[in-house]
């Protein structure tokens, strides 16, 4: 009923800059949170940033001043915009969105599919 796909992923150079976008599609009533998250190799996944309904954000430290994170309430749609990007911010990011849709009355968590981001010389 549910569906988040992140898109704007890629390769790109040191320093250089990114955006990503996730769409939410179906039935959906409201999104509580939507947030992004990255998972490197062999590491455990990680909360990069995430935005409540009411715009209230929050950052890991790696990522704060280079980062930001919004949304369009209407479109369902959130985004990431990543600025002077370095190796380690190599990874698959992947949206999340606690939200309910129409016949539901519970909040519930779901996930896109990911996008690769790699950043390299």
């Known amino acids: 009923q549910v569906q988040l796909v992140e898109s704007g992923g890629g390769l790109v150079q040191p320093g250089g800059s990114l955006s990503l976008s996730c769409a939410a599609s179906g039935s959906i009533s409201s999104i509580r949170i939507m947030g992004w998250y990255r998972q490197a190799p062999g590491k455990q996944r990680e909360m990069v940033a995430v935005?409540?309904?009411?715009?209230?954000?929050n950052y890991a430290d790696s990522v704060k001043g280079r980062f930001t994170i919004s949304r369009d309430n209407a479109k369902n749609t959130g985004y990431l915009q990543m600025n002077s990007l370095k190796p380690e911010d190599t990874a698959v990011y992947y949206c999340?969105?606690?939200?309910?849709?129409?016949?539901?009355?519970?909040?519930?968590?779901?996930w896109g599919q990911g996008t690769q981001v790699t950043v390299s010389s």
């Open positions: 935005m409540a309904s009411g715009g209230i954000t």
């Open positions: 999340n969105a606690l939200l309910s849709y129409f016949g539901s009355t519970r909040l519930e968590s779901y």
